[in-house]
C-alpha cells in the first residue's frame, strides 16, 4: 500500500468480528467485511479506483474518508 500513497508511512489496524454478516444486494447473509482507509490528501476518484482494486474482494465494502490535515494530530502537533 505505501507505493500508492508515494512512498509516505502507511498504518494499517485490523478489527475482525468473524461471525459478522451482512445482506449484500444478492441477499446472501455470507460474511462480508466493513473497512475505512483513512487518508490526508490521497482519497477521490483514480486514488480510490487504486485502493479498490488492491484491497476489494467479494464482500469487501470500503468508507474512503479525506482527512483535513489540521484535524490529524501526530507527536503533538497536526499536519497542516
Do not use: E
Request: hydrophobic fraction near 40%.
Amino acid at each position: 500500500m505505501a507505493f500508492c500513497f508515494g512512498g509516505l508511512t502507511v498504518v494499517l489496524k485490523v478489527h475482525a468480528v468473524p461471525t459478522v454478516t451482512a445482506p449484500d444486494c444478492s441477499k446472501s447473509i455470507d460474511p462480508c467485511a466493513l473497512c475505512s482507509l483513512h487518508s490526508i490528501g490521497k482519497i477521490g476518484g483514480s486514488h480510490n479506483k487504486q485502493y479498490s482494486k488492491l484491497l476489494s474482494p467479494d464482500r469487501i465494502y470500503i468508507n474512503f474518508v479525506d482527512m483535513d490535515a489540521a484535524n490529524v494530530d501526530w507527536n503533538n502537533t497536526t499536519f497542516d
